[in-house]
């Protein structure tokens, strides 16, 4: 899923606080809705099903904590992540919210990075989840829970970047990697590597593989095509 595919519901009573993370958050690409309250968080839901929503825990009419127990109540939303935004961080505000299902806390006041970085790690982890534990595309098998890779039945040992690279690669065949998005998904948002860090783990990866299955597409980035 691009981050463009990806959907964000922020819910929250403060205009100024509203506008400073939609800003934030389209300028990745994310597509981003949002609400000043939790009932109209809850309508919103329900209409554009979001991937990711964002609850302020001290709202009028309904407030976070409320608003993340009925959003669980209901079936379409059980599985989806629910991430709360607060200016408190007493320990029980914290437990209370884990106790009616949220998947993450963050804290104002927040910096852009920050916010954009927990809602890519947020996005990491719902695409993970979906992904099946083995992905088997011609000669090659990919087991995510043990970390293993084979190719035409004997074992490779790779790099845990290495590994997670190819599994990326080999979640969506044919489609193409922007750069940009696998330096995000792989290295992650904090981590400084320079600008030939992927194509020097691609040169080894086609060298363990012995088959020219990752396409370079020039300018742009890589795909797997079996």
């Not at 691009?2 to 922020?10: A, C, G, I, P, Y």
């Not at 099903?49 to 409320?66: C, F, Q």
């Not at 505000?93 to 104002?108: L, P, W």
Request: proline share 4%; charged share 35%; aromatic share 8%.
């Amino acid at each position: 899923m691009e981050f463009n595919d990806f959907k964000v519901l922020l819910v929250d009573d403060e205009q100024d606080v509203l506008d400073f993370m939609k800003y934030n958050l389209e300028k990745e690409g994310f597509w981003v809705y949002t609400a000043s309250n939790g009932m109209e968080g809850i309508a919103m839901a329900q209409k554009i099903k979001p991937h990711i929503i964002v609850l302020d825990l001290m709202m009028p009419k309904m407030d976070g904590i409320s608003t993340c127990r009925e959003l669980r109540s209901m079936d379409e939303f059980k599985k989806t992540l629910i991430a709360f935004l607060t200016a408190r961080d007493e320990d029980y505000s914290q437990i209370a919210g884990f106790e009616v299902g949220a998947d993450d806390y963050i804290t104002k006041p927040i910096k852009p990075k920050v916010l954009v970085s927990r809602i890519k790690a947020l996005m990491r982890r719902l695409e993970t989840s979906e992904t099946p534990p083995v992905i088997k595309v011609g000669n090659l098998e990919i087991n995510r829970e043990r970390y293993t890779v084979t190719c035409k039945g004997e074992e490779l040992t790779l790099p845990r970047k290495e590994f997670e690279l190819l599994s990326l690669l080999v979640s969506k065949p044919g489609r193409v990697f922007k750069r940009e998005e696998i330096l995000s998904r792989v290295w992650g948002n904090e981590t400084i590597v320079g600008d030939r860090t992927i194509d020097v783990h691609i040169r080894k990866l086609r060298e363990k593989l012995g088959e020219d299955c990752i396409k370079t597409i020039k300018g742009i980035g890589y795909k797997f095509d079996a």
